[in-house]
Each structure stands twice: as structure tokens, then as C-alpha cells.
């Protein structure tokens, strides 16, 4: 049940900060760096491999980014640009 609550959680966070940029390529691509970063220390944290966490972790939080409008959340400017 921890599991279950802790992977609900991230998966909250990566939807509220998956949307940085003002290209749909930008929020994929802030995204997928957000989840990759959440999805490792969430692994870590449940005592699974960090690994498997940032992959899982990168593909939803780049697939939250490329599927939100930049209406939806705006961060402003990401710092790659």
C-alpha cells in the first residue's frame, strides 16, 4: 500500500511540473528531466532500482509534457534556451 501511495505521489508532481516551455518539444523534453529526477529518488525511496524509476519516471513525465498545453501550466523560459 505504501508503494501504491508514494508511486500515486509522484505522479501528482510530475503532472503539476511536467508543462515547463512554450513548445510542445520543451514540455516533453522538461518534462521527461523532472521525471526522470522524481522516478529515481522515488525508487530509491521504496526500495527499488533507481534505474527502473528514472526510466519509468522519464517516459511519463515527458509524455505529461508533450500531451499539456502551454495554457495548461507555464513556467516561463526553460534554461536550455
Known amino acids: 500500500m505504501k508503494k501504491l501511495q508514494n508511486t500515486m505521489v ?10 515547463c516551455g512554450n513548445s510542445t518539444g520543451d514540455r516533453a523534453l522538461s518534462g521527461a528531466g523532472i521525471g526522470a529526477g522524481v522516478g529515481a ?4 525511496i521504496v526500495g527499488g532500482d ?4 528514472a526510466l519509468i519516471g522519464g517516459a511519463v513525465g515527458g509524455a505529461t509534457g508533450a500531451l499539456t498545453k502551454k495554457s495548461d501550466i507555464d513556467l516561463g523560459k526553460p534554461i536550455w534556451r
Do not use: N
Open 50 to 53: 533507481p534505474v527502473d524509476g
Open 41 to 44: 529518488v522515488g525508487g530509491a
Open 10 to 19: 509522484a505522479i501528482a508532481a510530475l503532472t503539476l511540473l511536467a508543462a
